[in-house]
């Protein structure tokens, strides 16, 4: 995370009940949650060789799921890199990341993962989606795409921290003000921003009608 999550509770005010990460890697924020008393956490991470990591890492403080997030049901393919730890992994097939990060390389045949929308994971699973109000997604571009699966979901969440883009990093990867118009129309504003990453960077969105 480019902004640091104790940070941000303390200046907005946010009261997260539970948390849905989307794209866990290794877990590297587990220990960021624990610290600020969040008990309630899903974890899902797609990549097989990320998730065996992020499984033995979260132990009983977390429930993780080997599944990819989108806007559909059934089976995907995942474009792995072998440079980042499997951080640059995505299901969009790498662009300008490649110019940009020229000792990244990818795996040159994809991964097929299981992917579900995030409502059918909630939907059809019986888990209380209301234990959870805060989103942290980071996939590589394909977030809009994550949230058009999860509109039911969006609902019950009153903050979300993303990964940005204001440049095809990945073909066809969301860009920074498509995020804004969707996430509006949940009621979701934009409230801070860094662009640490240049051409990519860390956002978080509250609901309007959640405190701050």
């Known amino acids: 995370m480019l902004l640091d999550l104790e940070d941000l509770i303390k200046k907005y005010n946010l009261k997260i009940k539970g948390v849905i990460h989307i794209g866990g890697h290794f877990g590297q924020e587990l220990s960021s949650y624990q610290k600020n008393e969040i008990s309630k956490i899903i974890f899902f991470e797609p990549v097989k060789k990320n998730f065996k990591v992020l499984k033995k890492l979260a132990g009983d403080f977390a429930r993780c799921y080997d599944l990819a997030i989108g806007n559909r049901d059934g089976k995907a393919n995942m474009y792995v890199d072998e440079g980042n730890q499997g951080q640059s992994s995505s299901v ?42 805060f989103i942290n997604i980071d996939v590589q571009g394909y977030e809009l795409e994550a949230f058009k699966g999860a509109t039911e979901t969006l609902k019950n969440i009153d903050y979300i921290y993303t990964e940005v883009n204001r440049d095809e990093l990945y073909e066809d990867c969301v860009q920074i003000e498509e995020l804004d118009v969707f996430l509006l129309k949940y009621g979701f504003g934009r409230v801070k921003t860094s662009w640490d990453g240049q051409t990519w960077g860390d956002a978080l969105y509250i609901k309007k009608d959640s405190s701050v």
Not at 101 to 127: Q, W
Request: proline share 10%.
């Open 92 to 133: 969009l097939r790498p662009k300008k990341h490649l110019l940009q990060y020229p000792e990244i390389k990818f795996n040159p045949l994809p991964e097929e993962v299981t992917m579900t929308k995030l409502d059918s994971f909630f939907g059809n699973s019986g888990r209380e989606v209301g234990d959870f109000n």
